[in-house]
């Protein structure tokens, strides 16, 4: 089983790592293709900052191979687009783009993420909205048991609003 250790993102030193990532051609659906250094580190900087939004570097024998964010879902990504329950936490993830895949990974990834929301006792559920036309991170979300609720419209996309309980992460995983 792959193992991974997960820190707080350094918006400074970490973006020209992060800068690499989100603009790669694989990571269309985090809508930084066009991003400068200097808009990463704007944009981590604004994350660090925020109470209701935190990054995070996922390391794989201590390189940094994924980027995940939890948000507070009432105040921030998706505020007054469905009705937020005690317990809810956001996220967002990214695997690092790279030349050689290894299959099975960015389950790993997605796995290690909801593991590590989990560990949080005051998490009741996580909440994602990803892309309706992204068809692969879908399929990685039940895999982990995620079950999508419905489109909602967001100024940058029409999402998939889904949610995952522990009991189903833990039901998913057991699989």
Same mark, same amino acid.
């Given at each position: 089983m792959t193992t991974f250790t997960i820190r707080p993102l350094d918006p400074l030193k970490d973006a020209e790592l992060l800068h690499g990532w989100v603009t790669h051609p694989k990571a269309g659906f985090w809508m930084m293709q066009d991003a400068g250094l200097e808009d990463v580190e704007r944009a981590y900087l604004e994350i660090a900052d925020d109470e209701h939004h935190h /990054?995070?570097?996922? @390391?794989h024998d201590g390189e940094?191979?994924?980027?995940?964010?939890?948000?507070?879902?009432?105040?921030?990504?998706?505020a007054g687009l469905y009705e937020p329950e005690p317990g809810d936490v956001g996220m967002?993830?990214?695997?690092?783009?790279?030349d050689t895949p290894v299959h099975g990974f960015s389950r790993a990834v997605i796995t290690a993420v909801m593991a590590h929301l989990f560990e949080d006792?005051?998490?009741?559920r996580v909440v994602v909205e990803p892309d309706?036309?992204?068809? /692969?991170?879908h399929a @990685?979300?039940?895999a982990v048991g995620f079950v999508p609720e419905r489109e909602v419209r967001k100024p940058e996309k029409t999402a998939l609003l889904s949610f995952?309980?522990?009991e189903r992460f833990e039901r998913a995983v057991r699989a």
């Open positions: /990054a995070f570097l996922g @390391l940094p191979v994924f980027l995940m964010e939890r948000y507070d879902p009432a105040h921030r990504e998706l967002h993830f990214l695997v690092a783009p790279t006792p005051g998490t009741r309706v036309r992204n068809t /692969a991170v @990685l979300n039940e995952c309980t522990r």
